[in-house]
């Protein structure tokens, strides 16, 4: 019997995130948030990047949406995880590019 780990499905990135990643000087991260996306939520059945315009200012962002089943517990502890990696990838001075979109079904 072989062991299987579980990952998060790859995300199809854009030409359209890919361009908005090189404009706003972010491009070398967008494959560590990816990663780091899969890493802690691995139980993600979807996993989705897209560029999204704020509604109440002229501000874009790259979205990492991913939809999955969690306890208010196992959301709370995977917020923390990625808080962590987060800052670990994306050191100060930063920007505010990127956003995390959980779907809890």
């Not at 908005?20 to 996306?37: C, N, R, T």
């Not at 897209?50 to 917020?79: G, H, K, N, S």
Request: net charge negative; charged share 25%; hydrophobic share 45%.
């Amino acid at each position: 019997m072989s062991s299987q780990t579980i990952t998060a499905p790859n995300p199809v990135v854009s030409q359209e995130v890919l361009a908005f990643a090189e404009e706003q000087g972010v491009s070398k991260l967008l494959p560590q948030f990816i990663e780091l996306a899969r890493q802690v939520f691995p139980m993600a059945t979807k996993f989705d990047v897209f560029v999204e315009d704020d509604p109440e200012i002229p501000d874009r962002y790259i979205v990492l949406e991913l939809r999955m089943r969690l306890t208010l517990p196992e959301v709370r502890a995977a917020r923390d995880k990625w808080s962590e990696g987060f800052f670990r990838i994306y050191p100060y001075p930063r920007t505010c590019v990127f956003r995390l979109s959980l779907d809890l079904q």
